[in-house]
């Protein structure tokens, strides 16, 4: 069984649009995260979400909202998508907050034409 | 807030070599550094970490030490196997809102057969 897992693997959309990525942890884990990979792989924490508390990396737009349903769940959604915004976008999870051992989703790799 | 340098970018290295990774971050504040592995298509998955209160923690073939004086750490990893190829990134765990960590820029690693 996949301990994160996100949906979907790739993503193609016109500028404009609005999206949203899934991310599901079956780890029992208290904290999510959301990253952002370029494509010089330089990887950025975007959200951090505990409990309820959400912890917004301040240099990310807000077109950018995280959604948390429950627990197990963090979904990305994204309005007015930017060419910018093409990316691999990688779901995390990690017991408590401090992040210490995340574990990974396999990553979302979204292209905006 | 915290900022964390990885070098080299790519390091290519013969099957059997030893190849090392060096980090330097910026926040004296920071405890906890851990290192991780992104295989082609993947989510990056933690392969070793440290915290500060230890200079060396060793696993197997791979070694990560630390200095806390001159704010900088090393992943060291000894008889090269071509499944060693990958992107590893270190990371450091500042006094940020969240606890969150910041990653370094990554090092893309090649070991030749």
């Known amino acids: 069984d996949t301990a994160v897992s996100q949906t979907p693997k790739y993503l193609v959309t016109q500028m404009g649009n609005d999206k949203s990525i899934k991310c599901e942890q079956n780890l029992g884990h208290d904290t999510m995260y959301w990253y952002k990979q370029d494509s010089k792989k330089f990887l950025k924490i975007m959200f951090s979400y505990n409990n309820k508390e959400l912890i917004i990396n301040e240099t990310v737009p807000n077109r950018f909202s995280p959604k948390s349903p429950d627990k197990a769940h963090l979904n990305l959604h994204i309005n007015s998508l930017e060419l910018g915004d093409s990316a691999v976008y990688f779901c995390?999870?990690?017991?408590?907050?401090?992040?210490?051992?995340?574990?990974f989703g396999a990553g979302t790799r979204l292209s905006v034409l | 807030g915290e900022n964390v340098e990885q070098h080299p970018s790519t390091l290519s290295v013969q099957e059997g070599d030893s190849a090392v990774i060096k980090c330097t971050y910026s926040?004296?504040?920071?405890?906890?550094f851990p290192w991780y592995k992104q295989e082609l298509g993947k989510g990056p998955q933690l392969i070793i970490d440290?915290?500060?209160?230890?200079g060396e923690k060793k696993d197997q073939r791979i070694a990560v030490t630390l200095n806390k004086t001159a704010k900088h750490f090393s992943l060291h990893i000894t008889e090269t196997q071509p499944e060693d190829s990958a992107v590893y990134f270190c990371?450091?765990?500042?006094?940020?809102?969240?606890?969150?960590?910041?990653f370094g820029g990554g090092t893309r690693l090649m070991v030749k057969p």
């Open positions: 926040d004296s504040a920071s405890n906890y």
């Open positions: 440290i915290r500060s209160n230890v």
């Open positions: 990371a450091a765990r500042g006094k940020n809102a969240g606890n969150m960590l910041t």
């Open positions: 995390a999870s990690s017991p408590t907050r401090g992040g210490t051992i995340q574990y």
